[in-house]
């Protein structure tokens, strides 16, 4: 690094933090004149959801299984495997508030499916990063019975955050284990989200 990166770096740093107005007298800066009523608003939370919705990515779509289409699953079964299933503290970064708006996967499939013939079924395959493969086998059967696989794998705070660095792009070997030990018995597809 020379002393041009480091120039150019607080270049940025500081036109950012002149466009939201960190150097304007406090009266002018439009941030300090919100209050509690301006948080939380029905159109901010129409705007986080939307903005969630924009950023999804689907990285690999083999046979068109995606988006999941509930109706042709009447009569069936789908097997939802966590660790991340029904987590909501890991889809949010270090520092957040209450927020009762958030839905876990596992809550929104249920609702999706509610009041249909759908057999929806939870099973904690493995942990984040725990190398305990005990509920492997469990997980094994339920998958053997059903029509759709979903599993959520992905890191939490223990493993990227505050003062804790990921040190790779990789998730836990312990999910990338289940996930092997899965595609040997699921008849279709496994769905994967992370």
């Known amino acids: 690094i020379v002393e041009k990166d480091i120039d150019r770096a607080l270049e940025r740093t500081f036109n950012v933090l002149t466009r939201l107005g960190w150097f304007d007298p ?31 990515i689907l990285l690999k779509n083999v046979n068109r299984s995606m988006p999941l289409h509930i109706d042709p699953l009447i009569n069936k079964k789908i097997a939802l495997i966590e660790p991340t299933a029904n987590a909501t503290e890991s889809m949010q970064e270090s520092y ?11 809550a929104a499939i249920k609702a999706m499916t509610a009041g249909k013939l759908i057999d929806v079924e939870f099973m904690n395959g493995c942990k984040i990063k725990d190398p305990d493969e005990s509920g492997f086998s469990v997980t094994i059967e339920l998958v053997r019975s059903a029509d759709i696989v ?45």
Not at 96 to 106: C, S
Not at 153 to 173: A, R
């Open 26 to 56: 406090p009266e002018e800066q439009f941030y300090r004149q919100l209050t509690k009523a301006d948080v939380d608003t029905p159109q901010s939370r129409k705007l986080s959801l939307e903005s969630a919705q924009d950023s999804i």
């Open 96 to 106: 957040f508030g209450k927020t009762p708006f958030l839905i876990d996967p596992g």
């Open 150 to 194: 979903i599993l959520f794998g992905g890191l939490d705070q223990s493993i990227e955050g505050e003062s804790v660095d990921h040190t790779s792009i990789t998730v836990p070997d312990i999910q990338l284990s289940l996930i092997h030990q899965l595609e040997k018995v699921v008849r279709s597809p496994i769905h994967v989200v992370i």
